[in-house]
């Protein structure tokens, strides 16, 4: 019998429910949907056409990927993000909804800073997908960013999701390690660093421990070893009223506030994510005030 699209989905939800996965219907429909092109509506209205054998072997594969452990958007290669939809690859962290808190956070001080001097440069440390710099980049047309990564491959995906949104113009991409190749100021820095405490790695979920690098999580024994390092070096690179927008794990507010406060940072605001979590903290340098009554006496 030919296999239709209502077949394969319920081949899938059959393997899933087998295996034990918590959504086995919507996790049919995404994966079908996506490898199909389909959107939900179309995926629902056409369960019974047939589908083309080469098709039917992706999705097949991809139940298999699945059943491995490895993310939906991962099978797929792609996710959406703040409207953006993101080409992954294997060196770059799937992007989270928990981070468009950090982009909703920073995306005021963009607006005001193009509105204070007409331009607004951006540091996106650990870009990864450039997700976040792209995000801000996409919503504000005077804004320009660099994209900071270790890793070549992070920042090829990165570029090519830069060109794919029309942004490769106010995009570019260093190889750095943290501030290392940088130069220039900056008025606002953000980074989602790798933060996972390094011995709690092997206990995450397979789908992070075997298919997020290694090196988007690690964030050595306290998870705070990439937070030490940007707040010892952020002033160099960071215009006086410039502001650093930082992801940060559910528990490290504190820790972090301190790092940033014995750099001579104070802390703006802190964010919490949908799911209620403190996710994104907010810093300027603690003298910017004083360095802005110095500046308008001088005038
Ligand atoms: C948690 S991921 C964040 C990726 C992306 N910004 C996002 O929010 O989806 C951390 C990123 O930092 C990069 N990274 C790790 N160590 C680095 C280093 N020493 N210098 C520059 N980037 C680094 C990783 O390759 C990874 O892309």
């Not at 294997?90 to 001080?109: G, K, Q, W």
């Not at 403190?278 to 110095?294: E, I, K, N």
Request: charged share 25%; aromatic share 6%.
């Amino acid at each position: 019998m030919a296999d239709t699209i209502d077949s394969l989905l319920a081949e899938m939800r059959t393997a899933l429910r087998q295996a034990d996965f918590e959504d086995p219907a919507q996790e049919a429909r995404i994966l079908v949907g996506g490898l199909l092109g389909l959107t939900p509506t179309k995926l629902m209205s056409r369960g019974g056409d047939v589908v083309a054998a080469d098709k039917v072997a992706l999705i097949r594969a991809g139940i298999a990927r699945r059943l491995a452990r490895e993310p939906l958007h991962r099978i797929l290669g792609a996710r959406d993000f703040y409207g953006l939809t993101l080409s992954l690859s294997p060196e770059t962290l799937e992007p989270r909804p928990d981070t468009e808190t950090l982009v909703e956070a920073m995306l005021p001080h963009v607006r005001a800073t193009v509105a204070r001097v007409g331009q607004c440069r951006i540091l996106d440390l650990g870009t990864g997908t450039g997700a976040i710099c792209l995000a801000l980049l996409s919503a504000v047309a005077e804004a320009k960013g660099v994209g900071v990564d270790l890793s070549k491959d992070a920042l090829s995906t990165a570029s090519a999701n830069a060109q794919a949104h029309g942004l490769s113009d106010r995009f570019r991409a260093v190889q750095s390690d943290w501030f290392e190749k940088i130069d220039g100021r900056y008025h606002i820095i953000v980074s989602n660093p790798p933060y996972i405490r390094s011995e709690i790695i092997d206990a995450l979920d397979p789908e992070v421990r075997l298919f997020d690098p290694l090196l988007a999580l690690d964030g050595g024994a306290e998870g705070l070893d990439a937070y030490r390092i940007i707040a010892a070096r952020a002033a160099v690179f960071l215009e006086d009223e410039g502001v650093i927008g930082l992801e940060i794990g559910f528990d490290q507010k504190d820790s972090v506030t301190q790092i940033f406060r014995d750099e001579g940072f104070e802390r703006t605001a802190f964010l919490r994510d949908l799911g209620g979590n403190d996710r994104v903290l907010v810093f300027r340098r603690a003298d910017a005030g004083a360095a802005r009554a110095m500046r308008t006496a001088a005038c």
